[in-house]
């Protein structure tokens, strides 16, 4: 046993992106979360952590939020930073309060939120698939978000921005959360024209 630790102390060092890379390979966080109301499992921010943490090896994970306006909404914005010291990966979620949430408060409201984007900011960089999630049951097609995405990628020009962002405004069978994701897709595509 002796050797065996001696020897893993001898690997070498694994760069940033060869442990994200492990880390998704390796990571496996169930469902341990029941929804009585709805009948459905799923998993928490707290779930994705706990499965995370052993496969850190010497890397650590931040989490923030922070609010941010987006046309006439506030939204929690949840960065994830992995590092390892040398280099960093990051990556976030949008999610929006609702304005009224029977038995919360505004305080608790906020944290739901927070814990929320934070699941999927979580989700992201560690390519973990909730797109059959029942609590994504609502939202349109992951597919046809990025269908969307890369269609209009692929078609964007100076002059037609302000006629995606209306189309973004005014396409029907889209929530509010991917709106939003398509408008910060557009805004970032803008600046790489």
Not at 90 to 107: H, N, P, S, T, V
Not at 143 to 159: E, G, P, R, Y
Request: hydrophobic share 35%; glycine share 6%.
């Amino acid at each position: 046993m002796v050797k065996k630790v001696i020897e893993k102390k001898l690997l070498p060092k694994e760069n940033l992106y060869q442990a994200l890379a492990r880390i998704q390979r390796d990571l496996k966080a169930p469902k341990n979360q029941h929804n009585d109301f709805g009948g459905f499992d799923y998993r928490s921010c707290e779930d994705i952590l706990e499965a995370v943490k052993p496969l850190l090896n010497g890397c650590y994970i931040t989490l923030t939020d922070e609010m941010v306006n987006l046309g006439e909404r506030y939204y929690v914005k949840a960065t994830v930073v992995l590092a390892n010291g040398d280099e960093k990966i990051q990556g976030c979620a949008f999610a929006r309060e609702q304005e009224i949430r029977k038995g919360m408060d505004l305080a608790q409201i906020t944290g739901a939120v927070s814990s929320y984007a934070r699941k999927y900011a979580l989700n992201g960089l560690f390519a973990i698939d909730d797109a059959r999630d029942a609590d994504t049951k609502h939202a349109k097609p992951v597919k046809t978000v990025q269908a969307f995405v890369m269609a209009m990628k692929k078609s964007l020009t100076k002059k037609n921005i302000e006629e995606w962002e209306k189309k973004i405004k005014k396409t029907s069978g889209y929530d509010d959360d991917n709106r939003a994701v398509m408008l910060r897709k557009l805004e970032q595509f803008t600046k790489d024209l």
